[in-house]
Nanobody, 124 residues
Framework: QVQSAESGGRLVQAGGSLRLSCAAS????????VGWFHQAPGKEREFVAV????????LYADSVKGRFTISRDNAKSTVYLQMNSLKPDDTAVYYC?????????????????WGQGTQVTVSS
């Protein structure tokens, strides 16, 4: 099973930008989809974005549309989450999750492998 590791989280001011990375431990197969979720203290884990194998298919949560962009570099086995115009409400631990699917999943139970998470804190 391919493992993933997130990086890039830190403290940033509102209105700022961050790029998170999710690196896979091995080369991935066709239809290996990767999603980002976030979880704030006391709240459930929520869907942020997901990307298909080719990178041409993506889905976003309404709360991040127009601000966040998910992309992937299969040669590097890495998926990115570019976060712009950050808000204090974006503060959470961000997780990347992966699995082999023929569609774009958005629920945590539809993903097989999870990273450890990276903390993003947006100050007002």
């Amino acid at each position: 099973q391919v493992q993933s590791a997130e990086s890039g989280g830190r403290l940033v001011q509102a209105g700022g930008s961050l790029r998170l990375s999710c690196a896979a431990s091995a080369r991935t197969s066709v239809n290996y989809v990767v999603g980002w979720f976030h979880q704030a203290p006391g709240k459930e884990r929520e869907f942020v974005a997901v990307i298909g194998w080719s990178g041409g298919n993506t889905l976003y949560a309404d709360s991040v549309k127009g601000r966040f962009t998910i992309s992937r570099d299969n040669a590097k086995s890495t998926v990115y989450l570019q976060m712009n115009s950050l808000k204090p409400d974006d503060t959470a631990v961000y997780y990347c999750a992966s699995g082999v699917r023929w569609y774009l999943p958005t629920r945590p139970t539809e993903f097989v492998s999870w990273g450890q998470g990276t903390q993003v804190t947006v100050s007002s």
